[in-house]
């Protein structure tokens, strides 16, 4: 089994700043890109941003310049700094990880159970 576990979010004010984390555990042979997503009361859930295991990073344009992804391959973790916190930035956060469990096996998508951030203004 494979688990991605976050945390972090919580409750606050306009302007501030939270730190997400996750965790992936579990079978694990190679970990491709990770990524967060987000999804608010009423919406799809939407791309954030996602990092590859080289480092590569996309955003999307509505977190560029206020949220950093990074990684640590070592440990299988990746985390989402976010600054310059906006209300429509409350959502339910999600942890990606593109897996292989085993060599030559297929990659698949691993979701986290999510973690509420909360945005007041």
């Known amino acids: 089994q494979v688990q991605l576990v976050e945390s972090g979010g919580g409750l606050v004010q306009a302007g501030g700043s939270l730190r997400l984390s996750c965790a992936a555990s579990g079978s694990i042979f190679r970990i491709n890109a990770m990524g967060w997503y987000r999804q608010a009361p009423g919406k799809q859930r939407e791309l954030v941003a996602t990092?590859?295991?080289?480092?590569?990073?996309n955003y999307a344009d509505f977190v560029k310049g206020r949220f950093t992804i990074s990684r640590d391959n070592a440990k299988n973790t990746v985390s989402l700094a976010m600054n310059s916190l906006k209300p429509e930035d409350t959502a339910v956060y999600y942890c990606?990880?593109?897996?292989?469990?085993?060599?030559?096996?297929?990659?698949?998508?691993?979701w986290g159970q999510g973690t509420q951030v909360t945005v007041s203004s």
């Open positions: 990092i590859t295991s080289g480092g590569s990073t």
């Open positions: 990606n990880g593109q897996i292989v469990r085993a060599f030559g096996s297929s990659v698949f998508s691993y």
